[in-house]
């Protein structure tokens, strides 16, 4: 087995299936307040590594502050969607546990 290391940007999107993972992941780097994903949901759990910066994210009913240092796991099917804060850049991986991003918007 050859392991090869995979050079990505600060805010790339890769599919696992291209690389040989059963995960796909998003990096994601962001300095404006106020931008985020709309509200959608995925047929699997998707969970959100923090390494620096402030988001407020909505998962169904509940909001919670995320910020560095913290992970956030959202269930299979669970409205949800994020907004940065002020105060930072955000920074995190989101981790998809499906070789290839599924993703239904709902607004």
């Known amino acids: ?63 919670v502050i995320g910020a560095g240092g913290q992970i956030l796991v959202v269930p299979a099917l669970a409205a949800h969607r994020f907004e940065v804060l002020d105060g930072g850049t955000y920074e995190a991986t989101h981790v998809h546990a499906n070789d290839r991003f599924v993703t239904e918007w709902l607004e």
């Open 1 to 63: 087995m050859t392991i090869q290391p995979v050079d990505v940007a600060l805010d790339a999107t890769i599919e696992g299936y291209l690389i040989g993972s059963p995960v796909s992941v998003i990096r994601e780097y962001n300095s404006t307040p106020g931008t985020g994903p709309r509200l959608h949901r995925h047929p699997y759990v998707e969970t959100f590594i923090i390494h620096r910066g402030r988001a407020l994210f909505t998962v169904e009913d509940e909001q």
